[in-house]
C-alpha cells in the first residue's frame, strides 16, 4: 500500500489538496508552494516584446569636432588606391559626434558628404562589431566602410556604443550591457531624422559580426523598412552565440555562470533574434567568408532559407577563402553595398 501511495503522488508525511497545496496531516495548516514569477526583473525591460513597445526619443546629434584621428590611415588608403591607378577623394568632411540615449552620452564619427545641405541625402548607421577596449578611437570599426559609402553620397554614422571613445560607461552587468545595445541604436535612428540635410525616409543600416546580430534586432523590434547589409553577421542565436565562444578560462566561467543564473530568471529566447524572423520588413544583403574563423557560412544559410520561407527578401553572398574582414574581396563587396542602397532608396 505504502508502494501504491507514492506511485500516486501522496506520500505519508504530507498529501496535496485540490487547490495543490501542501496539507500537513499533523496540523490543518497549509504549506503553500512558492513559484518565483519569471521576466519580471530589471532586464525584462530589453527583451524583444517590451523594446517593441519601447518609445525611442529622439536627442540632439552635437558635432564636437573635426575627426582628426584617421588623417594619416585616410592618406595611405587613398595612396594605396592610386598605386593601382585608382583615383578616389575625400569628398566629405568627417566628424566626431554625440547623441543621448537613455540618459547616457553615446559618441560615433559621422561622415558627410560635401554637396549643398539642401540636398537631403540617405543616411547609413553604421554598427561594428566587437572591439577591444585597449586602442579604440572614434568610428572604430566601421570607418573604412563608412568612408567608402560617404564616397558615394551618403552620410553615414559609426557609433561606438557605451564604454567606447567618448560615450558614458556601459553597464557593469555584462548582459545589461548587451542587451542595451540596440536602444543605441534605435534612439540613433530617431535622433537622425530631425538632420535638416539627412531624407529620413532613407534610413539605411551597415553591420558587421556582433553588429550584425544588433542589427536584425533592431530590424525585428522596430519593423520598419531600414534595407540593411550584414558582414559576417553574428547569427548564431543568443544565448549560444555567447557561450559558444567561451573557453574553459576564470571569465569564460563567470559568463557561463551569468547566463545559467539570467534563465533562472528569465526566457532566453525573448532576448534572441531567431524567434522574432517574422517581424522584419527590410531586404537584407549578407556577404560571408568560407575562412571566416568566427561566422558559419551554414549559420547564413540557415538565416536566408528561414527569411525566406516567410517571405522576406534576403541575398546571401557567400565569397571563397575570404576571412572574417572579407579583406580578399573588400572592394568588390563594398561596391556591391554602395549599389544595393541606390537600389533600395531609388537613387
Avoid at 524583444?48 to 594619416?72: C, D, P, Y
Wanted: glycine fraction near 8%.
Amino acid at each position: 500500500m505504502f508502494i501504491l501511495f507514492l506511485g500516486v503522488g501522496f506520500g505519508v508525511e504530507r498529501v496535496l489538496n485540490k487547490n495543490n497545496n501542501w496539507l500537513s496531516p499533523k496540523g490543518s495548516g497549509l504549506i503553500t508552494k512558492t513559484v518565483k514569477q519569471k521576466n519580471v526583473g530589471y532586464l525584462a525591460q530589453y527583451n524583444f516584446e517590451n523594446l517593441r513597445k519601447r518609445e525611442n526619443k529622439a536627442s540632439k546629434i552635437k558635432i564636437v569636432g573635426e575627426s582628426t584621428v584617421l588623417e594619416e590611415a585616410r592618406k595611405n588608403v587613398l595612396k594605396a588606391y592610386k598605386k593601382e591607378g585608382i583615383i578616389k577623394e575625400d569628398n566629405f568632411k568627417s566628424y566626431e559626434i554625440t547623441f543621448t540615449s537613455n540618459g547616457k552620452t553615446i559618441s560615433g564619427m559621422m561622415n558627410v558628404p560635401m554637396t549643398p545641405m539642401s540636398n537631403k541625402m540617405p543616411i547609413i548607421i553604421m554598427i561594428r562589431g566587437y572591439a577591444e577596449s585597449a586602442g579604440y578611437f572614434v568610428g572604430s570599426g566601421s570607418w573604412k566602410a563608412a568612408d567608402e559609402l560617404a564616397r558615394n553620397g551618403f552620410v553615414t554614422i559609426s557609433l561606438d556604443f557605451l564604454g567606447y571613445g567618448m560615450s558614458t560607461g556601459e553597464s557593469k552587468d555584462i548582459l545589461e550591457a548587451r542587451f542595451e545595445k540596440p536602444v543605441g541604436v534605435l534612439e540613433l535612428i530617431e535622433s537622425v531624422k530631425a538632420l535638416d540635410y539627412v531624407d529620413s525616409s532613407k534610413i539605411g543600416i551597415w553591420s558587421h559580426s556582433n553588429g550584425g546580430q544588433i542589427s536584425i534586432s533592431v530590424l525585428e523590434i522596430t519593423g520598419q523598412n531600414y534595407p540593411t547589409v550584414l558582414w559576417a553577421p553574428m547569427t548564431n542565436p543568443f544565448p549560444q552565440s555567447v557561450l559558444e565562444t567561451m573557453d574553459d578560462s576564470e571569465n569564460g566561467k563567470i559568463v557561463k555562470q551569468k547566463i545559467a543564473d539570467f534563465e533562472k530568471e528569465y526566457t532566453s529566447k525573448l532576448y534572441s533574434i531567431d524567434n522574432f524572423y517574422d517581424w522584419i520588413n527590410a531586404p537584407i544583403q549578407i556577404h560571408q567568408g568560407t575562412a571566416d574563423v568566427w561566422c558559419k557560412v551554414k549559420w547564413q544559410q540557415d538565416l536566408q532559407s528561414r527569411l525566406k520561407k516567410l517571405g522576406k527578401e534576403v541575398r546571401l553572398d557567400v565569397r571563397q577563402d575570404n576571412d572574417h574582414n572579407l579583406k580578399q574581396s573588400w572592394d568588390e563587396v563594398i561596391k556591391m553595398d554602395a549599389e544595393f542602397f541606390r537600389e533600395k532608396f531609388g537613387m
